[in-house]
């Protein structure tokens, strides 16, 4: 039989079935081998429902039943028939969509909140709003229990479920979250500590308890046992869902918490973080105030003793940063309350700087000189003129004389030298005179300077680093004239200073994240050695206090200067004349230009982890800069190669082969900072 003989029949026997579906409301099913845009069709016709077809669901279906159904069961009867041909039905506003199961998530489908209202094999969309479970937890134990097609996902912002399924299988799903979703059954318990220190007794407890493979107590079902402590009223809190070993634990906190014996209360506390010298004098503070507030005495200034009025010793073991108190069992387990909060870990703030320094200088130099006779008499006068002009280096008189009096020709000014000389007689003999000297120069110079220094300190401590020349710079000096007039024990006394870069800053990290900056950033170098009073440095200096986010980057300061000079030398009044006053002149002009910004950005530190990430990457840029120049081999020359630098790993540091020391000076902008390119020129480096 062929599609369209089937087809024929399926047509055939939805006539013969809608009379009686309109008539009784319900239908005896009877599809064999017929298609299933046909069913579909006639389903339409008997449910009053809207089906949307999608162009992939193709196939054919059997579908029979012995006694008449309602038009409710055989809708249901024809998604459950669509289900097991790998098709399903979503069901949207006023139309059913009838398309493959792997894309039925994708489309509108009723959702419901709490409970879903009806079963069947259509696709619904539920939302499980949860109380007690975690829902990235649920997920894991529901994703096998829901069809590979359809999706169960977690918000954790409100801790809610969202699955797709069948709505069948929903019933079941709510049936299994709502027996899971449930108040955990671990008390929570307070036990009183009388003698010893709570926080103490917690930290001994908690390792005597812990589980020996190293997992946390709370991964091991039904014996999760939680032990923490409240410094304030030196209690232990508890939580447990096995009674038993709350029990045990009740029996050891009573055998141990007895009173010491004898006279003596000697403790020691073994630091992990604070000062032990500095930590002693805050508390030997805190317990003479303890003892004058117990006595109704005033507290009075000063620094404390080693031993409060009422016995109390507290001292500071320096080589094992550890504290040894002596006190009575109230007094001490305050101040041990007090010793586990101020030694807490602090935090690191690895603090980038970046200083940029762009500077242009240009200068143009036109000048023009001459000499020579104006008017000649006979030959014992003649009247001379000319010009000279001390801007632009060499003048034409000192040019003329050595040139005459026959001496070597000193080198002329940088730029064009152009020079019209003549001949005269000197001593019977003709030598070449300078009658005028015209000279042209322009300078153009730009620099880019950019240094990042960083540095890593902790928080609250100051930190510096210092990148420079010692320079001696002369205060005083003192010679002694002798018999014969000679210098005799001279001497100077001079000072060195730091001359380069300089970054000094003291951090404060507070609760909410941001930081608090003590900043000293100084650049300095040597501009001019030569000076006979003492060396001239250049100075650049900021001193400020800021607050920055974490990891955010901050401008500090900054300096935009122009100067513009223009230098004129000019005979009076010729020089003036249009055009030709240009032969009574010289002429310089220059203009620097010096852009400076300052630039700063703090990264807080807390974890083992987060430093490790921060070492690696620096470790990691600088290998890769290490070795990046090569030194090419040569015959007979010996190699000094620098080798690699060792893995950053501390089996690989320890077995790799000491290299020789190599200093590479790296530039690494944070942020990009554009420039100028500068110009090409062939045969030129870059």
Aim: aromatic fraction near 4%; charge should be neutral.
């Amino acid at each position: 039989m062929n599609r369209s003989t089937r087809r024929n029949l399926a047509t055939l026997a939805l006539c013969l079935m809608l009379p009686f579906a309109h008539a009784d409301s319900r239908v005896t099913l009877n599809f064999v081998n017929a298609e299933i845009d046909t069913v579909v069709r006639a389903m339409g016709q008997i449910t009053g429902k809207n089906f949307l077809l999608d162009p992939r669901v193709k196939g054919t279906i059997n579908i029979s039943s012995v006694a008449p159904v309602s038009a409710d069961l055989a809708y249901q009867i024809l998604i459950s028939s669509l289900r097991m041909q790998g098709f399903t039905a979503v069901e949207g506003k006023g139309v059913v969509k009838i398309l493959p199961e792997a894309d039925a998530k994708q489309h509108y489908s009723q959702t419901f909140g709490k409970v879903v209202k009806s079963g069947g094999d259509q696709v619904v969309t539920q939302v499980y709003p949860l109380q007690h479970a975690t829902a990235a937890q649920l997920v894991t134990v529901l994703r096998p229990l829901i069809a590979p097609n359809n999706a169960v996902s977690a918000y954790p912002g409100s801790n809610t479920l969202v699955i797709t399924d069948y709505a069948e299988n929903l019933k079941r799903l709510t049936q299994i979250i709502e027996a899971i979703d449930k108040p955990n059954d671990a008390e929570f318990n307070v036990i009183k500590v009388k003698h010893l220190s709570a926080i103490e007794l917690a930290q001994q407890l908690s390792r005597l308890f812990a589980d020996p493979t190293g997992a946390p107590a709370a991964q091991a079902p039904g014996s999760a046992l939680m032990i923490s402590a409240d410094g304030r009223s030196n209690s232990l809190l508890v939580r447990t869902d096995n009674q038993g070993k709350l029990e045990t634990l009740r029996a050891m906190v009573a055998q141990l918490d007895t009173p010491t014996a004898g006279m003596s209360n000697l403790q020691v506390v073994h630091l992990r973080n604070a000062d032990a010298t500095k930590l002693a004098e805050t508390l030997r503070a805190v317990a003479a105030a303890d003892s004058r507030s117990s006595a109704g005495v005033a507290p009075a200034g000063g620094a404390p003793a080693t031993t409060s009025s009422n016995g109390v010793t507290i001292l500071a073991d320096a080589a094992t940063n550890s504290l040894v108190i002596n006190a009575p069992d109230h007094l001490y387990n305050s101040l041990r309350a007090v010793i586990d909060k101020l030694d807490a870990q602090r935090a690191q703030v690895f603090v980038e700087a970046l200083i940029v320094e762009v500077t242009s200088e240009k200068a143009a130099e036109l000048g023009i000189q001459w000499q020579g006779p104006i008017l000649q008499r006979a030959n014992d006068f003649a009247l001379l003129g000319g010009t000279n002009f001390g801007t632009g280096g060499n003048n034409l008189l000192g040019l003329s004389s050595a040139i005459a009096g026959g001496t070597a020709l000193p080198l002329p000014s940088p730029g064009l030298n152009l020079a019209l000389g003549q001949m005269i007689t000197l001593n019977g003999e003709k030598v070449t005179s300078l009658t005028a000297l015209a000279r042209l120069l322009e300078t153009d110079s730009d620099a880019n300077i950019l240094s990042t220094p960083n540095i890593l300190t902790m928080d609250n401590e100051e930190a510096k680093i210092v990148i420079g020349q010692n320079v001696p710079f002369v205060t005083g000096s003192y010679s002694q004239t002798g018999t014969t007039g000679a210098l005799t024990s001279p001497f100077k006394t001079v000072e060195r200073k730091d001359v380069g870069l300089t970054l000094k800053v003291k951090p404060q990290v507070s609760e909410g994240g941001n930081v608090k900056l003590q900043i000293m950033q100084e650049v300095s170098s040597v501009f001019n050695a030569e000076n006979p009073d003492g060396i001239t440095t250049n100075k650049r200096s900021i001193e400020t206090t800021v607050l920055v986010g974490d990891g955010e980057a901050i401008v500090l300061g900054g300096l935009i200067q122009d100067d513009v000079s223009n230098d004129v030398n000019k005979v009076p009044g010729l020089g003036n004349i249009p055009l030709l006053g240009a032969l009574f002149r010289s002429e310089v002009r220059n203009r620097k230009k010096t852009n400076l910004m300052v630039f700063l950005r703090p990264v807080v530190v807390r974890t083992q982890e987060a430093m490790a990430g921060l070492t690696e990457s620096r470790y990691d840029f600088i290998r890769n800069v290490y070795g990046a120049y090569p030194i090419q081999k040569r015959w007979l020359l010996p190699d000094n190669s620098p080798g690699a630098l060792p893995d950053l790993k501390l089996d690989n540091m320890l077995t790799a082969k000491p290299v020789a020391s190599r200093v590479v000076e790296t530039i690494e902008p944070k942020p990009a900072i554009p420039a100028q390119p500068a110009p090409a020129y062939p045969f030129w480096p870059d």
